[in-house]
Antibody
């Protein structure tokens, strides 16, 4: 069955970087794009960007494009999201999600809590 | 940039009642690009409706989606206790995704 398994909780200081992983299994990794979204405590979902797992092309939201890098390792069937120059407003649960055969997301990772605090 | 506005922010209903959730876009969008997901506390979202009106796998038929242009609606007939959650709409087109602010359906 399709699964997306994310790495564990992170605690970082302001100015540091964080790299969250999302390991896919149960399907052909290269056939579905992976997106990242985040959800700050008590807030809605914010889209951050996506990667074409086949060719590695990426697209980022304007809000974070100067600080985020999404990459993938096809051998390991894993997608990474790295966010740099962290600030307290980046404290959130980060989710990876698989793009379905259309303009929607059919499977989600379990979420990774990233806390930014001095 | 398209902005999605969901209303109401919170919907207080009882089991068995009907829930009507709204998602309004700041400009006309195409139906294939609109979807709805359900999120319960401490869990990731789960796809409910895609292409504005198509139910995702395993979603009961008490859930339905409708709409076009700028106005889209998620309807839950006869609320079940397991339906109380936050519902998000999103629009995905041009390689960009926008989410609405969410509607909480509470008992």
């Amino acid at each position: 069955q399709v699964q997306l398994v994310q790495s564990g909780t992170e605690v970082k200081k302001p100015g540091a970087s964080v790299k969250v992983s999302c390991k896919a299994s149960g399907y052909n990794f290269a056939s579905n794009a992976i997106h990242w979204v985040r959800q700050a405590p008590g807030h809605g979902l914010e889209w951050m960007g996506w990667i074409h797992t086949g060719n590695g092309n990426t697209r980022y939201s304007q809000k974070v494009q100067d600080r985020v890098t999404i990459s993938r390792d096809r051998v390991a069937s894993t997608v990474y999201m790295e966010l740099s120059r962290l600030r307290s407003e980046d404290t959130a649960v980060y989710y990876c999600m698989r793009e379905g055969l259309g303009y929607y997301f059919d499977f989600w990772g379990q979420g990774t809590l990233v806390t930014v605090s001095s | 940039e398209i902005v999605l506005t969901q209303s109401p922010g919170t919907l207080s209903l009882s089991p068995g009642e009907r829930a009507t959730l709204s998602c309004r876009a700041s400009q006309a969008v195409s139906s294939p690009y609109v979807a709805w997901s359900q999120q319960k506390p401490g869990q990731p979202p789960r796809l409910v409706i895609f292409a504005a009106s198509r139910r995702a796998t395993g979603i009961p038929d008490r859930f339905s989606g409708s709409g076009s242009g700028t106005d889209f609606t998620l309807t839950i007939t006869r609320l079940d206790p397991e339906d109380f959650a936050v519902y998000h709409c999103h629009h995905y087109a041009g390689s960009r995704v926008t989410f609405g602010g969410g509607t909480k359906v509470e008992i």
